[in-house]
């Protein structure tokens, strides 16, 4: 019997489908885009990035209600067509404010020096938030809850990389209070925001990394995920999505087709496969899917949703076209990078090379 169509719940929310647009940052709006998105036949829209503080580029945040009306216009793009949108909830991995003075002086440092700056900032943010800090953060991520919630949204994201990353990692995690347990802070995150917004279903980006081969930087060690998934899912986490997460780094976040180590369909397969294992809950797993025989193939093992980003980019009427038996007609990423990835280190709107070279005018 064949699942991709099939609906499916995630805590008290259900979807259409099994299909997910993974979040995806598009350097601006994006309405027009999650309309495409939405009408090509997606079951849900993780909304990129959404901060539980106010964010410094005036990205749309939920740190109270100024942008409401932004997520109550994609809620109704979305749901005039059966789709679910869910905002990504984050906190910045570094001191903002210092990042933000950095980036100020690009032209007198040069990038080389704000990028060796930025990441070694990165790398002793976790460790210099005081406990109270912490758990200040942690409440922000409540209060964001309780404001996706009163915006109508049924499901948030926790996003398990940036900070949350962080506290996960043994590579920026030296901590020694309570949270140098490393599945602490995430776990109180997930606690905190379920305590707050009980309504909401809460799916969370689980980020997983190997040793060797060296993959990813901030997240779980593969041997550690039983452990994760067992202290997220007695705090309340609903769902999992699995992917990589690399700190300001895109390389095994986002692996073009040229990547030494992961090549081809379902490249992050054996990480997911490790959350699957011991999981009760439905498992999301992304990383260059693109066939609809291949997406088949990871439900029947027992994957919940496939999550799919650069390919619902090249051709957000994927799902359409798959239920109509069309894939002839799908235009199929290259994963070159060229015009997603590259637009968002130019600070410009994500594009797609195959679609500027194929879209009737
Ligand atoms: C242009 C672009 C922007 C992305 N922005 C985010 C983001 O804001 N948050 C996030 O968690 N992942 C982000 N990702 C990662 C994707 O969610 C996904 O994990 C990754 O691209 C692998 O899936 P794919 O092979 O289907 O593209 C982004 C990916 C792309 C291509």
Known sequence: MEKLFEPVKLGSAELKNRIVFAPTSLGERGTDFYREIAEGGTGLIILPDVAVQPSMLGAPSLDSEKFFPYFREILEICRKEGCEAAPQLFFQEYD????????RQRMSLGGDEVRRRMAENVDGYC????TEQAEEIIALFAEAAV???????????IHGDRLLGSFSSALFNHRTDRFRERTAFPAQVVRAVKQAAPGLAVDYKLTVRTEDPALGRGGALIG???EFVRALEEAGADSFHVAVANHSNLR???PSAAHPLLQGEGCFRRLGEAVLACSTKPVCLVGKIQHRDYAEELLQQGFGLVG???QLIADPRWP??????????????IYCNRKCVGSIMKNQPVGCILREETEEK
């Open 96 to 103: 903002l404010a210092y990042v933000g003075g950095l980036f």
């Open 127 to 130: 460790d210099s938030l005081t």
């Open 147 to 157: 404001n996706a919630q009163a915006a109508g949204f049924r499901i948030v994201q």
């Open 224 to 226: 550690e995920v039983p």
């Open 252 to 254: 095994d976040t986002i």
């Open 308 to 310: 799919l980003s650069r």
């Open 320 to 333: 359409e076209k798959v239920q109509q038996g069309r894939e002839d007609q799908i235009r199929y990423c």
